[in-house]
């Protein structure tokens, strides 16, 4: 099965605003690759490229080693010769047809038997618990049904890649969560390369292999769930990814929050690296009340809300003028107006500079997502855009993809070396 490989995607709908931009991905064969990005990043269009309804206007894009596009060679292949199945935000079921035929619509068109295709109709409806409408029209289904029935149109004919774009957006919260471990077991099942696109930063942590983030246009990192957690490759990466978001402060005098961050990490930079620290972040569940462990990056904060959600109490403080958070999993019982000191272990402080970059040189303790440190520094891209091993692939999925090339975002900026 195929890798899909993408090299300096360009896409510019009219009149030189890009809406992707020198887009270097390769999804591995066998990955759930989640893009992931806020509304206008450019998801749908690249989602649309890979599947040939939409041509990118530079650069190239293979599949399996077969080239599909290639703006500079004059290539392109039509969709209906790239053999992929597609859900796409709003999609489109026959009206006349009822949801069975729907469903069995593909595999007509694949020549298969009468009594396998009946096999496989009634076992895809199952799957996504839709039997029972089995025999209404389009028109009589509730959206949430109607993308249902999108879902196995397309996964009755298992292709080998899967192009998603928001196919759960229209489920309530429980099928949501529901069919997003359906997608996964049918992922694990088939062995299907999945392209699958989100805005919901926990759809792409709890279901991908591998998070592309994209920010206008431009790629900000690829990664495992995990390095993308724990190892956010840019303050919009940090920012997006992980709710309560992280407590991101600016490293200056006048934020008390930043100042004390920016102090406790200086000393462990040279004095070329300290000076390029733009703003320091730590995570609310890595906040800790107390005084932590000797070594331990401390603040003394005044306590202004407790916010408790059931399962964890989410802790309002201020200091200075700088508010921040933090998520414990225990009862929290303290009144708004105490005083207490809150500690974080230095791995779990995040450094970046001016740009918004990371500053790889800031790596205590492996950065803790068990990838075992950035190599080199931040002018090797490869460090930026660093994955992690350590979360388990699917039987046949290769462990791990890379970014191939450059890192974008990073390059796009003119940031490359910024951080060494
Ligand atoms: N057919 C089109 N013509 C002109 N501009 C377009 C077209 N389709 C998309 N765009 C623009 O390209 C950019 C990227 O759009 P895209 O649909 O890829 O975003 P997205 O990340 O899928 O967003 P969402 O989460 O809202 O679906 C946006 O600025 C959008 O306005
Ligand atoms: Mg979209």
New binding site residues.
Partial sequence: MPDIVLRGIDKS??SG?L??SNLNLTIPDGAFMCLL??????????L?MISGLEQPTGGDIEVGGRLLDSVARGMFVPPEKRQMGLVF?SYALWPHLTVAKNVEFGLRMQHVGAAERRRRVTEVLEVLRISEVAGRYPAQLSGGQQQRVALARMLVVKPDVLLL??PLSNLDAQLRLEMRAELKRIHAEFGSTIVF?T?DQLEAMTLATHVAV?NT?LLEQFGSPLAIYNRPASKFVAEFVGSPPMNLAPAADDDALGASLRDYVAPRLDAAQAATIGSVGVRPENVHLGAGTPGDWRIRATVRAILPTGSTWVVRLDVGESTFFLVDFRPVDLAPGTEVDCSAAPADLHVFDADGRRVTAYDPAGGGDGAGGAPGGAADPVAVTDLSPAIPTPAGATAGGRLDGTDAAGAARGHAGATA
């Fill in positions: 709908y009219v605003q809406a992707v990005g806020p509304s206008g990043c450019g998801k749908t269009t690249t649309r935000q774009d928001e696109v805005h994209m246009g």
